[in-house]
């Protein structure tokens, strides 16, 4: 894809230098300061329409979060800027002057940092839109975090609807990571992050005294062979090198130390780096499920909820987002991430729909104190990794050929 664009590259790093990064931090701590929970983003949408309307930049009506346009020399087709927007139902332990001012909500993912970049990139874009060869669509995106509906699906019927699906040639998205060092931008081919799915698995047994155990069928036993079976499963029966998580999180049972518990309820996650691994473990939970209750002559009911499909990065946009990483932060500062993780993010939505790359963004800096891994009430971040962020956003829309 194209020549790398050299000048406007130290257009961007100039513009940044003359205070777009400045600006770039400011957002991000308003932003952070005033955190909005899922699909509830309806105050930072109209910080970002705000900044949006003083860039002169084109707001798109849509049903659920923010779309803009900037035009670029061929409308025929869209360059996809994705970020998310919404904050996590965390109440901030950290003590900055920025700290979140709304009790029970903080950005405590990074998607403050997102939304500031892409606005950041947004100004430099627009007011150097004769470097674009094509439009730009900026997308923000909120409910990435979910925990019902998710954000980029909804975002996606909205496109549908407006015609601006069929027009998007590439995509991109990045996540800040600490524990990637500042200064670093990395991404992989192929899965980055993890399919999601969950059940909730209730077993039904008779209960009565514990004296008679013969006499009853004990539904908490039947559970606690189930967690040791799939155990079992996922430590005997699934290629070792095929990545994959089933996690029983919750396990009740019972009621007095001396009644035999008629029902026991579990319930897990599953998460997965390849589709069909989803439906193997599935298919084996309802198979154990069933073993067990037919040779205790019990009963069970399995609710299953699937969830995000795995995000599998596009080879080729892939291609060009290392070729632009490498030009835009040095060879030296591209990371080629090696193992997927088990976390999960919906932009696999987008990927699923156009060929597009997700990339990480450095912002780690243990020796400040950066180093809290996200969702946690101390999150924070080194804000010098955001100036590489704006970058990247700008030379991956300005150089697509």
């Known amino acids: 894809m194209g020549e790398y664009n050299h000048k406007f590259q130290g257009i961007v790093e100039q ?23 899922g699909i509830y983003t309806q105050e930072t949408e109209e910080y970002i329409k705000e900044k949006l309307a003083a860039l002169k930049i084109e707001v ?12 670029g020399r061929d409308h025929s087709q869209f360059v996809g800027l994705r970020a998310d927007i919404d904050a996590l139902p965390i109440t901030e332990e950290n003590d900055v002057p920025y700290r979140s001012q709304y009790e029970g909500k903080m950005h405590a993912c990074g998607h403050d940092a997102h939304a500031a970049m892409l606005l950041s990139a947004a ?12 439009d730009v669509l900026l997308v923000f ?42 200064g670093k931008v990395g991404t992989r081919h192929g899965s980055m992050y993890a399919s999601t799915d969950v059940f909730t698995l209730t077993f039904i047994g008779s209960g009565g005294h514990c004296a008679q155990p013969h006499e009853n069928i004990d539904a ?6 189930f967690v040791t079976e799939m155990e079992s499963f ?49 298919q084996h939970v309802k198979q154990i499920a069933e073993g067990l209750c037919l040779g205790w002559d019990a009963q069970y009911k399995l609710d299953i909820t699937r969830g995000l499909p795995v995000l599998v990065n596009d080879d080729a946009a892939t291609d060009y987002a290392v070729r632009i990483a490498k030009e835009t932060v040095g060879e030296e500062n591209y990371v080629e991430i090696e193992t997927p993780t088990m976390g999960a993010e919906d932009f696999t939505y987008f990927c699923r729909r156009f060929p597009a790359c997700y990339l990480s963004l450095g912002t780690g800096n243990p020796e400040k104190g950066f180093c809290v891994k996200a969702h946690n009430p101390r999150f924070d971040i080194d804000e010098t990794g955001l100036a590489n962020g704006v970058k990247m956003l700008c030379a991956l829309a300005a150089n697509v050929e």
């Open 234 to 282: 996922m430590s005997r029966r699934m290629d070792p090198f095929d990545n994959a998580v089933c996690a029983i999180g919750t396990f009740h049972a019972g009621t007095a130390n001396n009644v035999v518990p008629e029902t026991c309820t579990l319930t897990a996650s599953i998460r997965c780096q390849r589709e069909g691994t989803r439906d193997l473990i599935l």
């Open 123 to 134: 100004k430099i874009l627009s007011q150097n839109a004769e470097v674009l060869p094509y």
């Open 141 to 182: 995106q909120p409910s990435e975090e979910g925990p019902i509906i998710s954000g980029a699906a909804e975002m996606l019927k909205d496109m549908d609807e407006l015609g601006l699906t069929e027009k998007v040639r590439v995509m991109f998205g990045q996540h800040v990571q600490n524990p990637l060092p500042v």
């Open 15 to 37: 513009a940044l230098k003359d205070g777009v990064f400045d600006e770039t931090v400011a957002m991000r701590r308003d932003i952070h300061m005033h955190p909005g929970v």
């Open 220 to 225: 908490l036993s039947l559970g606690a062979h």
């Open 60 to 71: 798109i009506p849509s049903k659920t979060g923010v779309l803009a346009k900037i035009p």
